[in-house]
C-alpha cells in the first residue's frame, strides 16, 4: 500500500514540477530565477534519492553494488555538467536530476512487475 502512495504521489507531482519549471521563467532577475530553481533542484533531489532506494530495496546485493557503482559515477557526471568555476547551475542540477529519477523510476517498474535487468540497473543512460 505504501508503494502504490508513493508513486501516485510521484506520479501526480511530476505535472506540477513541469509547470513549476515554467513557472521560474516569469521571475526576471537571476536572483529570483535562480531561487525557484533551487527550490525544484531540492524537490528533484528527494524525488531522486527516494526512486534509487525504492530500487536498492528491489534489487540483490550483486546488483545493489552495480547499482551504487553507476550511481556515484551519474554524481561524478553531474557535478561536472553543472559545476563551473564552483558555481551551481542549479537549473542544470534540476533538469539533470529530474531526468536520472525518471531513468530510476523506471527500472523500479520494471522491478515490480518481475522484469528486473541488471544492465539496465547498472547502465550509463546520461551518454
Not at 509547470?19 to 528527494?46: G, I, M, Q
Not at 553494488?65 to 554524481?75: C, F, G, V
Amino acid at each position: 500500500m505504501k508503494a502504490i502512495l508513493c508513486a501516485l504521489t510521484l506520479a501526480l507531482l511530476a505535472p506540477v514540477a513541469a509547470h513549476a519549471a515554467n513557472e521560474c521563467d516569469k521571475y526576471r532577475t537571476s536572483y529570483d530565477k535562480t531561487y525557484c530553481f533551487a527550490r525544484l533542484f531540492l524537490e528533484s533531489d528527494k524525488e531522486l534519492n527516494a526512486s534509487y532506494n525504492e530500487l536498492r530495496g528491489l534489487v540483490g546485493d550483486s546488483t545493489k553494488q552495480q547499482l551504487k557503482d553507476t550511481q556515484l559515477e551519474w554524481i561524478k557526471y553531474r557535478n561536472a555538467s553543472c559545476e563551473s568555476s564552483g558555481a551551481i547551475d542549479v537549473d542544470c542540477n534540476y533538469r539533470v536530476n529530474r531526468d536520472r529519477a525518471e531513468y530510476l523510476r523506471d527500472r523500479v517498474r520494471e522491478c515490480k512487475a518481475g522484469t528486473c535487468r541488471n544492465d539496465m540497473i547498472s547502465k550509463k543512460s546520461w551518454n
